[in-house]
């Protein structure tokens, strides 16, 4: 079965500071990796997807991630933090499968501090 | 706007009674996926509709069923509600395809009391 495990349910920086959220996959054969964000009271919101194209996927908000085959990892970036991007996020893994849409499964998630 | 929309946004429940959710999905997505979210953990996948025919579950026991309607609306029905059936329950629209963008709705959040 597929899984992401997310280290550190919490990480805080400073505002304007580099914002790196880890995730690793376990999975036979390279899936399709998702980052999500959720915001207090709502449900998620794609940040950015790799879907065997480009290594290096951008997405809303200046996030970025890179997926590394060799390392199992896709970690999420942003070189600047902002108060707004305080919320909590979450990796996701889909299996390649035909038929039906993805059915995603979850890291635990990452809550993220931004402080003045 | 994701245009998912889910009711009732909040529910209390006692234990043992039964408790429908309503999701509308996306115009134009033909699946929908249910999901349960436990206070402080990540959304657990229960099960997805694809063209009104169930289309894989997660480990959840049967009595978490669903339906799908020609509209590609969607119910989920818990019955013999559980003190730990408590959670916010997501759904999420798509089209086919393992890499298509599921879309979220705000969730319902079920208290069993």
């Known amino acids: 079965a597929q899984s992401v495990t997310q280290l550190g349910s919490h990480v805080s920086v400073s505002e304007g500071a580099l914002v790196l959220l880890r995730c690793n996959y376990s999975s036979s054969v390279p899936p399709y990796l998702f980052w999500y964000v959720q915001y207090p009271n709502q449900g998620l919101q794609l940040l950015l997807k790799?879907?065997?194209?480009?290594?290096l996927v951008k997405g809303i908000n200046g996030f970025e991630a890179e997926f590394k085959k060799s390392e199992t990892s896709f970690h999420l970036t942003k070189p600047s933090a902002h108060m707004s991007d305080a919320a909590e996020y979450f990796c996701a893994v889909t299996p390649l499968r035909a038929g039906g849409g993805n059915k995603l499964t979850f890291g635990t998630g990452t809550q993220l501090k931004v402080e003045l | 706007e994701t245009g998912v929309t889910q009711s009732p946004t909040h529910l209390i429940k006692t234990r043992g009674q039964q408790v429908t959710l309503r999701c509308s999905s996306q115009s134009g997505h033909n699946t929908v996926s249910w999901y349960q979210q436990a206070l402080g953990q990540g959304p657990q996948f229960i099960f997805q509709?694809?063209?009104?025919?169930?289309?894989g579950r997660g480990n959840f026991p049967p009595r978490f069923s669903g339906l799908q309607f020609p509209n590609y609306s969607s119910e989920l029905n818990v019955n013999a509600l559980e003190l730990d059936d408590s959670a916010l329950y997501l759904c999420?629209?798509?089209?086919?395809?393992?890499?298509?963008?599921?879309?979220f709705g705000q969730g319902t959040r079920l208290t069993v009391v």
């Open positions: 999420a629209s798509s089209l086919s395809g393992g890499d298509t963008e599921a879309f």
């Open positions: 509709y694809y063209r009104e025919e169930e289309n």
């Open positions: 790799y879907t065997s194209a480009a290594t």
